[in-house]
């Protein structure tokens, strides 16, 4: 397990701008550091990514869904994490931990998994 202790703040489907003003919110609460997982990653694992590993898959074209992922926070440091980055960046974002599970399947694959949550919560709440 060693291997993916990273505490890590992985983010997709964000702009620029909007990348730069995560990275502000982060660094000014002294939150973990954040990696951007672009398309060129769709196909890695995400305990590859956490880990830094280059593997240049083919892009593949994934959902434009804003992702924000959470590895190895501890409990207060992630509710304060979390609370801080809804406040700033809006509802549309998928806020998720990395567990010992998700951290073996593939990014889209993760992705496609969360979208199906989200569009299941969001029925439930009708």
Same mark, same amino acid.
């Given at each position: 397990m060693g291997l993916n202790n990273d505490k890590l703040?992985?983010?997709y489907g964000f702009n620029q701008e909007e990348i730069v003003k995560i990275g502000e919110i982060i660094l000014n609460n002294d939150f973990e550091?954040?990696?951007?997982i672009d398309n060129s990653m769709?196909?890695?694992k995400i305990g590859d990514i956490i880990q830094g590993l280059e593997i240049p898959t083919l892009g593949k074209t994934i959902p434009? +869904? =804003?992702v924000i992922l959470f590895n190895n926070l501890e409990d207060e440091q992630l +509710? =304060?994490?979390l609370v801080t980055l809804k406040e700033k960046i809006g509802n549309d974002t998928i806020f998720a931990?990395?567990?010992q599970t998700s951290i073996e399947w593939t990014?889209?694959?993760l992705l496609e998994h969360l979208m199906e949550e989200k569009k299941w919560a969001s029925k439930r709440k009708k």
């Amino acid at each position: 397990m060693g291997l993916n202790n990273d505490k890590l703040i992985l983010i997709y489907g964000f702009n620029q701008e909007e990348i730069v003003k995560i990275g502000e919110i982060i660094l000014n609460n002294d939150f973990e550091k954040f990696k951007v997982i672009d398309n060129s990653m769709a196909t890695m694992k995400i305990g590859d990514i956490i880990q830094g590993l280059e593997i240049p898959t083919l892009g593949k074209t994934i959902p434009d +869904q =804003k992702v924000i992922l959470f590895n190895n926070l501890e409990d207060e440091q992630l +509710q =304060k994490t979390l609370v801080t980055l809804k406040e700033k960046i809006g509802n549309d974002t998928i806020f998720a931990v990395v567990t010992q599970t998700s951290i073996e399947w593939t990014f889209d694959g993760l992705l496609e998994h969360l979208m199906e949550e989200k569009k299941w919560a969001s029925k439930r709440k009708k």
